[in-house]
């Protein structure tokens, strides 16, 4: 029993990560009708400040965790008036690959910038050691950013669900043109919902510096599995996308420790293809 509750603690902390992709996926998709291809840079980007917060003021992650969203927050915001906005006004065709072209950007722009070797963090972080319940041992460096991660994604819920702001983005993402209507600006909306999702990978990205690597196409991986998590808890869903990623990082780590490291991912896509057998538009798909 001792096993499989690590084993299930180790996979919920490795699902939260991907649960804040996956919301930002899907808060873009079911607000914007585009889709993200460039959340995983987006983290990628939160790591590396995280990373040189920790490296040239000593910053643990925990406090350049702000720092990380609102640089995203501001760059996301930059990208939406250069970029997507223009895109959104285009063939279909165009919303759907220039996010791809902004992910390759990207990627190459942080080689080119930051080198494509392996980081980690140079200072040491506050929380390390590890917890020892007897039945269960806590690893502290995978705690702190799952207790973030939570943090986010409930301030992420309260604020679509219960301030103004929040409430104009889903009604623009309900009907556009109706919203309109109504006193909303739609691309207000679709500004502050593109950075909200930038600003999320951005938080994601420093949370998950405690225990992980840094290189310029570690997004990729975190990317694939959001957008799995996304079509497995419903498209538009975020409560939807936030229980798949966590669901996807338990069956990752049951799958490797029952069964093989070798094939743990196959464990994924199974739990995958059965939900949407019995789901075909996801969990919370409507």
């Known amino acids: 029993m001792s096993v499989f509750l690590q084993g299930l603690y180790e996979g919920i902390i490795n699902g939260s990560i991907l649960a804040l992709i996956a919301?930002?996926?899907?808060?873009?998709?079911?607000?914007?009708?585009?889709?993200?291809?460039?959340?995983?840079e987006f983290l990628m980007l939160g790591m590396?400040?995280?990373?040189?917060?920790?490296?040239?003021?000593?910053?643990?992650?925990?406090?350049?965790?702000?720092?990380?969203?609102?640089?995203?927050?501001?760059?996301?915001?930059?990208?939406?008036?250069?970029?997507?906005?223009r895109a959104l006004r285009g063939p279909i065709l165009?919303?759907?690959?220039?996010?791809?072209?902004?992910s390759m950007v990207l990627v190459y722009s942080a080689q080119l910038f930051f080198g494509a070797e392996y980081k980690t963090l140079p200072n040491p972080v506050k929380f390390s050691g590890t917890i020892d319940l007897g039945f269960l041992t806590i690893a502290k460096q995978k705690l702190v950013p799952f207790l973030l991660a939570l943090i986010v994604a409930g301030l992420l819920f309260w604020f679509l669900r219960y301030t103004r702001?929040?409430?104009?983005?889903?009604?623009?993402?309900?009907?556009?043109?109706?919203?309109?209507?109504?006193?909303i600006n739609p691309d207000r909306a679709y500004t502050i919902s593109f950075a909200l999702a930038s600003a999320v990978a951005g938080a994601a990205g420093?949370?998950?510096?405690?225990y992980?690597?840094?290189?310029?196409?570690?997004?990729?991986?975190?990317?694939?599995?959001?957008f799995i998590a996304v079509a497995m808890g419903g498209f538009g869903s975020i409560t939807g996308a936030f229980l798949s990623g966590l669901l996807m990082g338990i069956a990752d780590t049951l799958t490797g420790l029952y069964v093989n490291t070798?094939?743990?991912y196959i464990g994924v896509c199974v739990v995958f293809l059965v939900a949407v057998s019995f789901?075909?538009?996801?969990?919370?798909?409507?």
Do not use: E, H
């Open 94 to 102: 165009s919303q759907r690959l220039i996010t791809f072209a902004l």
């Open 279 to 286: 789901r075909p538009k996801g969990i919370f798909g409507k």
């Open 48 to 85: 590396f400040v995280s990373y040189y917060a920790n490296r040239l003021l000593g910053l643990d992650p925990i406090v350049a965790m702000p720092l990380s969203a609102l640089v995203l927050f501001v760059l996301g915001i930059i990208i939406y008036k250069l970029i997507i906005a």
């Open 165 to 183: 702001m929040g409430k104009a983005i889903q009604a623009t993402s309900m009907d556009r043109y109706a919203a309109g209507l109504v006193g």
């Open 262 to 264: 070798a094939i743990k």
């Open 212 to 226: 992980y690597y840094l290189y310029p196409n570690v997004g990729a991986t975190f990317q694939l599995w959001g």
């Open 206 to 210: 420093c949370a998950l510096t405690y």
């Open 23 to 40: 919301m930002g996926i899907a808060l873009v998709w079911g607000v914007m009708n585009i889709l993200s291809f460039s959340q995983g």
